[in-house]
């Protein structure tokens, strides 16, 4: 039989034999399905202190195929020749990639047991196993710096004691140096839980345990390293050792000297060697730690917890665990009895959905992390009265470094402290010093007034008092002194919420006048480049994007929607060139209306489109409601996440009235900052506004205040969508995949307007405060797409109720012999031909009339398509009598919207 993947055969060139030897030391490590993690790092010395830096763009996770293990050694072999590399791999098979099952507590097979000997020869190292009474190796590894031993086992230790790992997910957060720090969190029943605060999950069950006391039994009998950690790294045999070599080092060769994978060895061999290892005697230290007494609890404590379990009954999903567990950690560390607690929450959240059982898990892990926080203290104690002693200033962040083994999940950053004595230091210095934290944590930045918060590509408002304590929790302890004593603590509500209400404090934080995951012209025309542009303010959280020319990816990946007309097309890509020149537009630009006349004909595909072009990432979706109060509730939900495209898909009318139309969706357009009350708090949340809203829907009725804030975009088929057929398999994967090819030609397109000279088109909208269709209709016309906005009247005419029947009623009067007409003779004839009926109502010749004025001033001056495709004006004057109305026919007129603004003098711009 064939095999299902054919290999073609490299040129190894100088490195095959390497390959060679590399291949063969993997195939006796790991079976052809285990998972093998590769990692390349640069290692190196600078003013006298030990650097690294892992290439992660080429770590990799290989399937231990003896040909896929081929080419991917002869790949890492070059890139470690081009770039100083060391090459490194896990000693235990990985369960999946992407750095998501890489901790000691994750791994489940262990195949070969090790030892690393630092700065012995490989004869130092035969004499050390003769008189330690080991088993002779399987492998003996000549590292360049020392001996790597190996011992095969004849069956592979399972550590199959405890389910299969939960995935490791990572948040990027910026240090005070401004370097990315990863943060780790698993998902526990769909509720984000990071690594940092939960000690727990960091322990290893039974067997693993059992197995690194083996691997230390064998470091101490050999007077090796203490390299026990199942999620160790070793230097890769056939690679060189290439420490220092970026100041001069020559690279030695990790040598495979001995390989006879008959040899294989028992568990039981190595047994009788067992020592403690030092994580497991960590381990014991820590259960032993006192947990507080129960005590009766005082009034404020009460206050307290009735708070936290307050805010765990409306934690919203993917932060429940974490607010339960706060509820728990709370009561131990407060004395507070387990049953008194178990009384007042088993009928909240996630406790009442998954009862006794679940309170009990968590109650457990918070038992321990209580007791991981009292060993560490006690740890400290010693280092803290001597910092009492020697009377430290009072200053926030003086850094404390120290090298941190990646591959120990129990090491953490060593955190600067505040030493706050309230008899003695005035609040407003603790809030200066916590202001200076956050400035040099390198992330933080005010925002519309507002605390936030920049981790890679997320955002997060920082708007109570507990969002504060968390935040600086990971930048800064509080040492709070009274008297002889001192405690850390977590920063107190009371000072958390009079910094949160200090207007100076925020002011001192860099001001983000733009956050932006798509590349953006500022308004001089210059690019930004990723990270903050202090000039303007602009936070580019995103990768650097080269210029394309043409339009190769745009034009494949919207050949196969069925838009309606050209300029339907045209419109956009007008939004798609919105989102570059957003900085220009901040509440001076349209929502996007997507309208098919059935469904299914890929209007929620285009909003998606939108999304991943700004974002990088689809976004979450809302559901149109006229309750006005729950939608906005709703939309402040998805800002505060941190999404700029805001999509509410298949948007319908219900009851009574089937009209869409809310007054919150017609500010947000408009407002230049938006401002959403929040759904269970007090609070709102506050952005500036460069969203852009989207609403997709099917032949819809839409309020006139929404239609002239939209541009629409029309999609029309006849018959059935579902004979329809696309030449992209997934149009939303393709704009995830070719995503910078495409913001390339968008930019592409926006810097030939610029080398034209910048012209602008003639299009009124009232959205030209700014100049948006100006500008806008004259890039798309410098690359050939002369349709902008060319469907506005008749998207207006179809979407807008009001505007169909009084157009109906220009129709009537323009092919009427009588000239002109008071109010109340238009009423009475939208009465005979049944039009305006929902607007006019019923009531008195005298009311009907006032009513039709009221209308007929909305669109004084407006034209209308006539049947015969010209243009009728609807025009009002004054005699002695009152208003009189009248239309009159253009042969041409510009392409107006129903909103249109008189055209500005566009030499002036």
């Not at 399937?63 to 060391?86: C, G, H, V």
């Not at 209580?370 to 926030?396: C, I, M």
């Amino acid at each position: 039989m064939e095999p299902l993947i054919q290999y073609q055969t490299p040129d190894y060139g100088e490195h095959g034999p390497a390959v060679e030897v590399g291949v063969t030391f993997l195939q006796t490590l790991f079976s052809e399905s285990d998972t093998i993690l590769f990692r390349p790092i640069e290692t190196w010395v600078d003013s006298g202190r030990k650097r690294s830096r892992v290439d992660y763009h080429n770590t990799r996770y290989r399937k231990a195929e003896p040909e896929l293990l081929r080419l991917n050694l002869l790949y890492l072999l070059r890139r470690a020749a081009e770039s100083n590399l060391n090459l490194f791999f896990g000693v235990c098979p990985r369960l999946g990639d992407d750095g998501r099952f890489d901790l000691a507590w994750q791994i489940r097979t262990v195949r070969v047991l090790w030892s690393d000997i630092d700065h012995v020869t490989v004869d130092e190292a035969h004499e050390r196993i003769a008189k330690s009474g080991l088993p002779i190796p399987t492998i003996i590894v000549n590292s360049g710096n020392g001996v790597h031993l190996y011992w095969l086992l004849d069956e592979p230790y399972l550590i199959d004691d405890v389910d299969d790992p939960p995935a490791v997910e990572t948040e990027w957060t910026k240090t005070r140096d401004g370097r990315n720090r990863p943060r780790k969190y698993i998902l526990e029943d769909g509720d984000k839980v990071f690594l940092d605060q939960r000690q727990h999950i960091s322990r290893l069950s039974v067997k693993a345990e059992h197995l690194q006391n083996v691997l230390a039994g064998i470091a101490s009998a050999l007077d090796a390293d203490h390299t026990t950690d199942l999620s160790r790294l070793l230097r890769l045999p056939g690679s060189l050792n290439r420490k220092d070599q970026r100041n001069g080092q020559e690279p030695i060769p990790t040598e495979l000297v001995k390989c006879d994978a008959t040899r294989k060895c028992s568990l039981s061999d190595f047994e009788p060697f067992i020592v403690e290892s030092p994580i497991a005697k960590r381990a014991k230290q820590i259960v032993a730690m006192p947990l507080p007494h129960v005590r009766k609890p005082s009034p404020s404590k009460v206050d307290r917890l009735a708070e936290l379990i307050a805010g765990s009954s409306i934690a919203e999903a993917g932060r429940r665990s974490e607010a339960d567990f706060a509820v728990c950690c709370y009561a131990i560390r407060n004395g507070i009895a387990k049953e008194d607690v178990w009384a007042q929450v088993e009928s909240v959240g996630k406790f009442a959905e998954q009862g006794r059982r679940y309170f009990d898990l968590t109650w457990d892990n918070a038992a321990y992390d209580s007791q991981v926080t009292k060993y560490d203290e006690l740890q400290k104690r010693d280092v803290t009265k001597t910092l009492k002693a020697d009377a430290v200033p009072q200053t926030a962040c003086a850094d404390v470094e120290g090298d941190l083994e990646e591959s120990d999940p129990n090491q953490s950053e060593m955190r600067p402290t505040i030493y706050v004595d309230p008899t003695t230091v005035q609040v407003g210095d603790t809030l200066h010093e916590v202001t200076d934290c956050l400035i040099q944590a390198g992330n933080c930045f005010n925002r519309t007034e507002q605390l936030i918060v920049i981790n890679g590509t997320q955002t997060s408002s920082i708007l109570s008092a507990a969002e504060l304590a968390g935040l600086l929790n990971q930048h800064v302890e509080f040492l709070f002194v009274k008297d002889e004593a001192a405690e850390f603590k977590p920063f107190p509500s009371a000072y958390a919420n009079t910094w949160l209400n200090n207007h100076r404090e925020k002011t001192r934080l860099p001001v983000i006048s733009l956050f932006t995951r798509n590349p953006v012209f500022t308004e001089d025309w210059r690019r930004v480049a990723p990270g903050f542009d202090a000039p303007t303010g602009i936070y580019y959280a995103g990768p650097p994007i080269d210029i394309r020319q043409g339009t190769k990816h745009l034009d494949h990946l919207l050949s196969d929607f069925c838009f309606k007309s050209i300029g339907d097309r045209t419109n956009f890509l007008g939004v798609l060139l919105t989102t570059l020149l957003v900085p220009r537009f901040i509440g001076s630009k349209p929502a996007v209306l997507l309208n098919g006349n059935q469904p299914g004909l890929g209007k929620s595909i285009l909003a998606q489109i939108i999304a991943t072009l700004r974002d990088g990432q689809p976004a979450e979706t809302a559901t149109y409601n006229p309750n006005d109060e729950e939608f906005e509730k709703r939309l402040g939900a998805i800002v505060r996440r941190g999404t700029t495209t805001i999509i509410i898909d298949n948007a319908k009318g219900r009851g009574r009235n089937p009209r869409i139309e809310s007054a919150c969706l017609e500010r947000s357009v408009t407002d230049p900052i938006l401002s959403f009350r929040l759904l269970g708090q007090s609070a709102t949340i506050r952005a500036e506004n460069s969203h852009i809203f989207c609403i997709t829907a099917n032949s819809p009725d839409v309020s006139r205040d929404l239609v002239t804030r939209s541009i629409v975009i029309n999609l029309y088929h006849e018959g059935d969508p579902k004979r329809r057929g696309f030449s992209i398999a997934d149009p939303e994967g393709y704009a995830q995949q070719y995503r910078t090819e495409l913001l390339g030609e968008l930019l592409g397109m926006v810097e030939r307007w610029k080398y034209d000279g910048m012209p602008q088109a003639n299009v009124h909208t009232r959205f030209n405060k700014r100049g948006w269709g100006n500008i806008i209709g004259g890039i798309l016309a410098t690359c050939d797409r002369q349709d902008f906005l060319s469907n506005a009247d008749e998207s207006a005419s179809e979407l807008d109720e009001t505007r169909r029947d009084f157009s109906e009623l220009i129709s009537l009067i323009a092919n009427h012999s009588q000239g002109t007409w008071t109010a109340s003779q238009l009423a009475q004839l939208c009465g005979k031909h049944g039009l305006l009926v929902a607007d006019l109502g019923e009531g008195s010749p005298r009311s009907l009339a006032t009513k039709m004025g009221t209308i007929a001033g909305r669109f004084v001056a407006e034209p209308f398509l006539h049947n015969d495709g010209r243009a009728v004006v609807f025009q009002r004057s004054t005699d002695r009598k009152g208003n009189i109305y009248r239309v009159s026919f253009e042969n041409n007129v510009p392409n107006l919207s129903p909103s249109a603004e008189p055209l500005p003098n566009l030499e002036n711009m």
